[in-house]
């Protein structure tokens, strides 16, 4: 009944020290884990960064905590939903999974 069930959004958050662009998207009315995905970037110093209406994060190291963050299930509720088929047969580590191609194609 609630929940966040956008078709997606970009948010940049800002403090004085560093900036990260994150772009989510809702799990779907019907998943029964409410919510949303979520892949997020820090935007190196000396960079600009602008949104646009579309996702613009792709694919992503998941062994850079420092730069990247991202939703647990990113790769399996695309999976789940029929979105993506892991091209390695490792889903945590696939690098061909693109978070803008995949869920804002």
Do not use: C
């Not at 970037?41 to 000396?46: K, L, N, T």
């Amino acid at each position: 009944q609630y929940g966040y069930a956008s078709e997606g959004e970009s948010f940049s958050i800002v403090d004085s020290n560093e900036v990260w662009w994150m772009e989510v998207i809702g799990r779907g009315r019907d998943n029964p884990r409410q919510g949303f995905v979520y892949v997020a970037a820090r935007v190196p110093d000396g960079y600009v960064a602008s949104h646009a209406n579309q996702a613009r994060i792709t694919t992503f190291p998941r062994d850079d905590p420092e730069n990247y963050l991202y939703s647990d299930d990113v790769v399996s509720l695309a999976k789940s939903l029929g979105l993506y088929e892991s091209v390695s047969g490792d889903e945590e580590f696939d690098l061909q999974f693109s978070f803008s191609d995949v869920y804002d194609p």
